[in-house]
C-alpha cells in the first residue's frame, strides 16, 4: 500500500494558475485563439475552453483531475469551461490569502503551515456549506434548465 501523500493549499493553486494562464489568453470578447500542436505534429486553433484544456498533455494527477471536472461541468451545461478554471483560481487564491491572513496562528498550531492548512480548511468548508444551503436553492429554481 502506498503512503498517503497530502496536498498543500499552495501546490493546489500553482496548479490551478498553470492551467487559468492557458485558458486567460483566449478569455471574454477580446480573448484570442490558442494554438497547440498535437502529438501527430498538426496544428489546432482553438477559443473553445474545454478544447484548449482536453488538448494538454497533463502529467500531474491534480491537474487531470480538476481537468476531468472541467470536462463534466461543461457536459451538463455546454459551456462555462474557462469561467470554471477562473473561478476556482479565483477561490483557492482568496482562501489562501484568507489562511495566511488569519490571526493567532501559532496558538494552537506547532507550525505556520499547520495553522494555515486548518484555516484553509475551515474556509473551504464553510464556502461548502453556503453552497450546498444557499446556491443549491437557486439552482433548483433556475430557468436555464440546469437542475
Known sequence: MQPMEHLHLKHVLQTVCVLEAVVLRSFGPE???????????QAMLSRS????????????????????CVGKH?????????????????????????????PNVYHT????????????RRLADELLAFALEELDDLIAICPCGLS
Open 31 to 41: 480573448g484570442g485563439q490558442v494554438l497547440f500542436t498535437r502529438d501527430t505534429g
Open 49 to 68: 475552453g474545454t478544447r484548449i484544456l482536453t488538448a494538454l498533455q497533463l502529467e500531474h494527477p491534480l491537474a487531470r483531475m480538476v481537468v476531468e
Open 74 to 102: 461543461n457536459n451538463v451545461t455546454g459551456d462555462g469551461s474557462k469561467t470554471f478554471i477562473l473561478l476556482l483560481a479565483s477561490l483557492l487564491r482568496m482562501i489562501h490569502t484568507m489562511a495566511c491572513k488569519e
Open 109 to 120: 498550531y506547532n507550525s505556520r503551515e499547520a495553522a494555515e492548512a486548518a484555516t484553509a
